[in-house]
Nanobody, 117 residues
Framework: QVQLVESGGGLVQAGGSLRLSCAAS????????MGWYRQAPGRQREYIATITQWGITNYASSVKGRTTISRDNAKNMLYLQMNSLKLEDTAVYYC???????????WGQGTQVIVSS
């Protein structure tokens, strides 16, 4: 099993920045890819970004250009730097991990991000 614990969420003004972190523990050797999803109230869960064990990244069009995903394999950490935040970025953000991007075996409990005007 792998445990994922997100942190760094909170209240931020529109146009501001926030950095989310995700600490992974347990059977880390089973993880190759990691990523972030989010879910806003009343909406379906939405893909944000992924990063492979080799550092190859991919982003959703809704956040591309203002969001950076990164990982520190030595520390078993995943990060999401979000800039130029918009009201519509308000959501619970989830860290995910798995053997590959097509199979997210592990999900964190989520961290709330609220963007205010």
């Amino acid at each position: 099993q792998v445990q994922l614990v997100e942190s760094g969420g909170g209240l931020v003004q529109a146009g501001g920045s926030l950095r989310l972190s995700c600490a992974a523990s347990g059977m880390i050797f089973s993880i190759n890819d990691m990523g972030w999803y989010r879910q806003a109230p009343g909406r379906q869960r939405e893909y944000i970004a992924t990063i492979t064990q080799w550092g190859i990244t991919n982003y959703a069009s809704s956040v591309k250009g203002r969001t950076t995903i990164s990982r520190d394999n030595a520390k078993n950490m995943l990060y999401l730097q979000m800039n130029s935040l918009k009201l519509e970025d308000t959501a619970v953000y989830y860290c995910v991990a798995g053997a590959n991007s097509g199979s997210w075996n592990y999900w964190g409990q989520g961290t709330q991000v609220i963007v205010s005007s």
